[in-house]
């Protein structure tokens, strides 16, 4: 990968992989959820730890092997052997003491720890998880025999104690960060062909198509066509979208391991319904980490896992299909949520992005340096390395993503460049003029020309120059639901939180929290922002007046940038006899990914 989100990128690896400090004080800040295992023991009936390493694990361990750095794979080794030192001789390995506490069924301690669920399982698949990503990388077969040893210990466990997955860490939940670990239980079984897992696989699998109809039920309830938060009462308790999509993820892995059809096509629907009812500004799905309806909101609220794993499951649904409309739907999350999660130094992240003021920046469980998204980040820029060029089972190369790059695959060489999607023209040269190739054309443009240029000479690569119609366009919101955008209800899922999620926090554009609708404005993929790292004043970044549903058309004329963001353009909002909506604007992820204090808004992406 290279171009300006691979500058983001490098800067992330340099903080967060490859570094000393990295290594050494992440990572050990990490490790130490294992080497004292008081996760249950901090007030909170358990808490969440224990996934830092193991989500560390599963970005390095991908990174190592995309570097191809024999430094970062001995790192990967050895930190998987100082975190095989603390396991258990029964195999367990984890930030619990209580290693059978994976479920409260007591009312009085229901009512004690309130929301706060067991996270005990959840913090295991991770470590098991990021373990077999480090065997893959390294093949050090040890470290494939810890996550057995873990795997079994686990299932043999739930067996004595007459528990299902389904039953275990969160009521509220109905199960679903237990079983998230469907993908790693899948993925061990591939690596290992031990039937004792594909067997426990299936065995979860039947709680996910119960008569008695209890959430989420994803087999019966995927086929109807009625929005996801409509399945059962209070979607804000049970419809958590990071777990929700982590589990639909894992019906595709169970997919590729059996080919039953019915776990790919529940994948499918439950997407589409997702795309449907819950999109939002950023290119990914829920509104505060909840399936309730996202176009409902007034404002826009996301936390940078649910982008994460929106990407992530969109990027499988294509491998496993190769239908490019989910691409789509990785490339507008990509370059707007996702780059929005870094900030720009590399070294952390925003916990939630907002569509006005500032993104909210959050450090957990008492821990300086790892936190649940940002731990996260590098999965997803391996994601895009490995989707940017495809081979069908035809022999035929896709071109799927743009953004200035290098590939090998096969033994044929694309370099890709034209710094994509700020500009519009993108010239891709393939080393094998014999080579077939398309070129995927993104749902968002209304035309995409190909002009294959001659070869210079023998043994010169084809050079293929693609130019895009990038569709500047005013995207009007016209969903929301007043009942729930008042002030006192507008952040009604996070009064538990209020030194992280207050009204002040993300104002509205007249001084309180946005109870209108707005526009936002697009440039190809590309969510623009009015920001003040673009030149904007404060008054264009609050400005009042709106363009919404009044069928105003954009037109973007191209600023020499000032370096501190990517794309730069002049906006102008007309209608014929209408007031003209003139604004300094640039791509919503360079226009907002750094740390802002309380004392004045940053950004807007409403007009």
């Excluded at 709680?207 to 929005?227: E, I």
């Excluded at 293929?464 to 209800?489: G, I, Q």
Aim: glycine share 8%.
């Amino acid at each position: 990968l290279q171009g300006h989100p691979a500058g983001k990128m490098d800067a992330l690896f340099r903080a967060r992989v490859t570094s000393k400090f990295a290594q050494e004080v992440v990572f050990g800040e990490a490790r130490r959820a294992f080497e004292e295992r008081d996760d249950d023991v901090l007030g909170h009936g358990g808490v969440w730890r224990g996934e830092f390493w193991g989500k560390l694990m599963l970005g390095v361990a991908r990174v190592a092997d995309y570097l191809d750095d024999p430094a970062v794979k001995a790192f990967v080794a050895a930190e998987c052997r100082r975190l095989m030192a603390l396991q258990d001789p029964d195999g367990y390995l984890g930030s619990y003491r209580d290693k059978e506490l994976v479920s409260i069924k007591d009312p009085e301690t229901k009512k004690v720890y309130g929301w706060h669920p067991v996270w005990n399982i959840w913090n295991r698949k991770y470590c098991m998880w990021g373990m077999l990503m480090a065997y893959r990388a390294t093949g050090d077969r040890a470290i494939l025999a810890s996550v057995e040893r873990q795997m079994n210990q686990l299932i043999d466990m739930l067996h004595r104690l007459g528990l299902r997955l389904h039953d275990t860490g969160m009521p509220e939940i109905n199960g679903l960060p237990s079983m998230s670990i469907l993908k790693p239980l899948v993925l061990l079984y591939e690596e290992t062909g031990n039937r004792k897992y594909l067997d426990f696989a299936t065995e979860m699998l039947a709680d996910w198509d119960r008569d008695d109809g209890q959430c989420p039920n994803f087999f019966r309830n995927a086929p109807k066509d009625q929005p996801l938060r409509t399945w059962y009462p209070k979607p804000e308790n049970w419809a958590k979208s990071y777990e929700f999509m982590s589990c639909v993820d894992g019906l595709l892995e169970y997919y590729r391991a059996t080919g039953e059809r019915r776990c790919l096509e529940t994948a499918r629907l439950v997407r589409d319904n997702l795309a449907k009812t819950d999109a939002n500004p950023f290119g990914a799905v829920g509104y505060g980490d909840k399936l309730i309806g996202a176009p409902l909101y007034c404002n826009a609220l996301n936390e940078v896992c649910d982008v994460i794993h929106w990407i992530r499951l969109n990027v499988d649904l294509f491998l496993v299909t190769g239908d490019k409309q989910y691409l789509d739907s990785v490339e507008t999350a990509y370059f707007n949520g996702f780059l929005a999660g870094i900030w720009r130094d590399g070294a952390f992240g925003p916990f939630f992005l907002r569509g006005h003021g500032r993104h909210s920046e959050q450090r957990q469980c008492g821990y300086a340096y790892n936190q649940c998204c940002v731990n996260n980040l590098p999965r997803t820029f391996m994601d895009i390395a490995q989707t940017a060029v495809t081979r069908d089972r035809a022999g035929v190369f896709h071109v799927n993503l743009y953004q200035d790059a290098t590939v090998t695959l096969d033994g044929v060489d694309f370099a890709i460049s034209g710094n994509y999607p700020v500009e519009g023209v993108v010239v891709v040269k393939v080393s094998d003029p014999a080579a077939k190739v398309a070129f995927r054309q993104p749902g968002w443009c209304p035309k995409m020309d190909v002009e294959k240029v001659a070869a210079a000479g023998t043994g010169a690569p084809q050079t293929y120059v693609l130019s895009f119609d990038m569709n500047a366009r005013v995207v009007d919101r016209l969903e929301t639901v007043p009942e729930l955008n008042r002030p006192d209800r507008a952040i009604w899922a996070f009064h538990r939180y209020p030194d992280h999620w207050s009204p002040h926090l993300n104002r509205d554009l007249t001084g309180g929290y946005r109870t209108t609708p707005a526009a936002v404005v697009m440039w190809g993929p590309l969510l623009l922002a009015k920001s003040r790292l673009a030149g904007a004043t404060r008054a264009e970044v609050d400005e009042a007046f709106t363009v919404n549903g009044k069928g105003y058309r954009a037109k973007l004329t191209p600023r020499t940038s000032n370096g501190l963001v990517w794309g730069c353009w002049e906006l102008e909002l007309t209608k014929p006899g209408a007031r003209t909506v003139r604004a300094k604007v640039c791509d919503f992820a360079s226009g907002t990914d750094i740390p802002c204090s309380e004392d004045g808004d940053l950004f807007s992406i409403w007009f």
